[in-house]
Nanobody, 119 residues
């Protein structure tokens, strides 16, 4: 089993920045990728950014140039640096870890951290 704990959410004004962190613990082996998702109020969960074991990153169009995902493999953490935040970034942000063990993929989710962007 893998446990994920997110931190760093909060209330900020438009244009400000936040850094979200996700710490993984437990049976961490065979990790293929980690990612950040978000679920805006009244909407479905959506992929925000991802990073593979080799360091390849991907972003949804609306956050490109504003958000940066990074991973510290030694500390088993993944971070999401968010800059120039806008009200549309308001959501609960979730960390996801995918591992390949026993010839199948396993997905694990954190409990989420709230981000509110409002003046």
């Amino acid at each position: 089993q893998v446990q994920l704990v997110e931190s760093g959410g909060g209330l900020v004004q438009p244009g400000e920045s936040l850094i979200l962190s996700c710490a993984a613990s437990g049976s961490i082996s065979g990790v293929t990728s980690m990612a950040w998702f978000r679920q805006p109020p009244g909407k479905e969960r959506e992929l925000v950014a991802s990073i593979t074991r080799s360091g390849t990153t991907g972003y949804r169009d609306s956050v490109k140039g504003r958000f940066t995902i990074s991973r510290d493999s030694t500390a088993n953490t993944v971070s999401l640096q968010m800059t120039r935040l806008i009200p549309e970034d308001t959501a609960v942000y979730y960390c996801k870890l995918t591992q390949y063990v026993d010839r199948r993929y396993h997905d694990y989710w954190g409990q989420g951290t709230q981000v509110i962007v409002s003046s």
